[in-house]
């Protein structure tokens, strides 16, 4: 079993931050990547970041304002989110794709925080 835990979220102005957590515990033998999801008011999840062991992903609307950073010992990541606007509201997901034997791999999701960027 591989849970994901995220922290971080809540409401914000305009033009200010906020920071994300998600920390991967159980049984995992191997983290292959890392990352961010969001969902706003509809059934489509975009891609906010993701870190893999070498390299790290953004979505388009967020580059330049978001920051990922993995702690690869604690099997940590941090999402800071910075110059945020209305558009960034939405559902945050935690993913992981993690290995937990040498030859077996699933992806797996946090429970979700919100995010709302509102005046």
């Known amino acids: 079993q591989v849970q994901l835990v995220e922290s971080g979220g809540g409401l914000v102005q305009p033009g200010g931050s906020l920071t994300l957590s998600c920390a991967a515990s159980g049984s995992i033998f191997h983290i292959v990547a890392m990352g961010w999801y969001r969902q706003a008011p509809g059934p489509q999840r975009e891609l906010v970041a993701a870190v893999t062991d070498g390299s790290t992903d953004y979505g388009d609307s967020v580059k330049g304002r978001f920051t990922i950073s993995r702690d690869t010992a604690k099997n940590t990541i941090t999402l800071q989110m910075n110059s945020l606007k209305a558009e960034d509201t939405g559902v945050y997901y935690c993913?992981?794709?993690?290995?937990?034997?040498?030859?077996?791999?699933?992806?797996?999701w946090g429970q979700g925080t919100q995010v709302t960027v509102s005046a």
């Open positions: 993913h992981g794709r993690i290995y937990t034997s040498f030859n077996q791999y699933n992806d797996h």
